[in-house]
């Protein structure tokens, strides 16, 4: 079921490749991503959130939901499902960043009760 929502969201349009994220940077329920781009994302994912969520913290804003990274190759949207698991993908250049940040928000409600 779990594989099911993240394969429909890296089958989007504009959505290179999407995946489960675990706080200890394991990837899970993989779909569209190119094997080189693993490692690089299980490894630097989880302080990307940490980071987010510690500036947060000092700015007195709440608990992160959402971080997106911006490139010169796109956008990098990680999400958070439950507290050590986050939902992450890549977007194509030139993707609705606001059409599939709608997307990874449902995902992300159809994937929570899965992780209960």
């Not at 959505?15 to 690089?40: H, I, N, R």
């Amino acid at each position: 079921m779990q594989g099911g929502i993240v394969a429909g969201l890296a089958d989007s349009a504009g959505v290179k490749w999407a995946a489960l994220l675990s706080d200890e940077g394991f990837l899970t329920e993989v779909a569209g991503a190119p094997a080189a781009s693993l490692e690089a994302v299980g490894s630097v994912g989880p302080s990307f959130k940490e980071a987010a969520a510690g500036l947060l913290a000092n700015w007195q804003e709440g608990s992160l939901e959402r971080t997106t990274i911006l490139t010169e190759q796109g956008v990098v949207i990680i999400q958070v499902v439950t507290g050590d698991t986050s939902l992450i993908c890549q977007l194509e250049e030139g993707a609705n960043l606001g059409h599939i940040r709608k997307m990874v928000d449902e995902c992300c409600k159809l994937l929570r009760p899965l992780f209960e």
